[in-house]
């Protein structure tokens, strides 16, 4: 990844000057900008991990919401332990 650029955005029209601040008209925020191709990486990373919590949380709460049957909890906790280690292999 790039380093992000510092740069000066207006907060009421958002016009945008790096590396500096303009004469003094605007109120300015210092903002950093990245090149798209890293945004979108990080984006991609993040919709990718998203889905593993999603999926590893329906695990967790199909678990914790269960009973197993009376002599059966060994049988569930397998199921289970089979279902967890399919996601962790695919994460």
Not at 30 to 35: A, G, S, T
Request: proline letters at 5%; a negative charge; one cysteine or more.
């Amino acid at each position: 990844m790039n380093d992000p650029i510092p740069a000066w955005q207006c907060i009421g029209c958002g016009r945008i000057e790096a590396p500096q601040t303009c004469i003094g008209v605007c109120q300015d925020r210092k903002v950093f900008l990245v090149p798209m191709t890293d945004y979108q990486e990080a984006l991609d990373t993040i919709q990718q991990l998203l889905g593993e919590i999603d999926s590893m949380q329906r695990v967790l709460t199909r678990l914790a919401c269960s009973t197993p049957r009376e002599g059966q909890w060994e049988v569930s906790y397998r199921a289970a332990q089979v279902e967890a280690k399919a996601l962790l292999a695919g994460s």
